[in-house]
């Protein structure tokens, strides 16, 4: 075991993983209605990523593959998705501001299904494949055998994911952040409305190019 390329995969995933982005800014929004939403949450966004592991996995071994257009079109039905929910959640947001001032886990929810907005977001953009097809290769040489790394780094990485997550949704369930939880909601949905629309921009260039 290359105890030393294995740090590297760890602190790689540690950065990628708290960095802000869709299903972070998600899991900060569901867990304003308790933690157990969250944890629903966490639990869709993780299936989410073995299915994208599993299929880059599948195309670095060279068993399946899949066009650049498709992973586009995809991509772009991900993030008008990804818009329509944090547009959605901020008029509701706004709507029901006084809920958030109230030391209180009962902020109305439009979608009470937690862990398929999880799963949603967080498939909402198969491009991901294309991110995992070019960082796992680099941290094959763990071990002598290619797949047992790959197996070992794809564990590794969803043992990360759900902890980090969790993390954060048990941070904003303390009670020291009551008073912030209007503001990070208004954050978080801001954050997945320009992620929508960045997906959409990026979608549209490469069609029309």
């Not at 030393?4 to 569901?30: M, R």
């Not at 629903?40 to 195309?59: D, E, P, Q, R, Y």
């Not at 991901?128 to 780094?153: C, R, V, Y």
Request: with cysteine; proline share 2%; net charge positive.
């Amino acid at each position: 075991m290359n105890y030393q390329l294995l740090l590297a995969y760890l602190l790689s995933v540690f950065i990628f993983i708290i960095t802000p982005g869709p299903v972070c800014a998600l899991v900060l929004k569901n867990a304003q209605s308790g933690f157990k939403n969250a944890l629903l949450t966490i639990f869709g966004t993780n299936l989410s990523s073995l299915i994208l592991i599993g299929t880059a996995v599948a195309m670095i071994l060279g068993m399946i593959h899949i066009s650049e257009s498709l992973l586009t079109l995809l991509s772009f039905v991900g993030s008008i998705f990804i818009f329509y929910l944090g547009t959605h959640s901020l008029f509701s947001d706004i709507k029901h501001r006084q809920y958030f001032h109230k030391q209180t886990t009962n902020v109305p929810q439009t979608n009470k299904n937690m862990f398929l907005q999880g799963f949603a977001v967080a498939i909402a953009n198969p491009k991901d494949i294309i991110f995992f097809m070019a960082f796992f290769p680099q941290f094959i040489g763990i071990t002598t055998n290619a797949s047992t790394s790959l197996l070992i780094l794809t564990c590794l990485w969803i043992f990360l994911d759900f902890s980090l997550l969790s993390m954060y949704a048990l941070l904003m369930n303390s009670k020291h952040i009551g008073a912030f939880k209007f503001y990070i909601s208004i954050v978080s949905d801001v954050v997945l409305i320009l992620i929508g629309i960045f997906g959409i921009e990026l979608s549209l260039r490469y069609f029309l190019s």
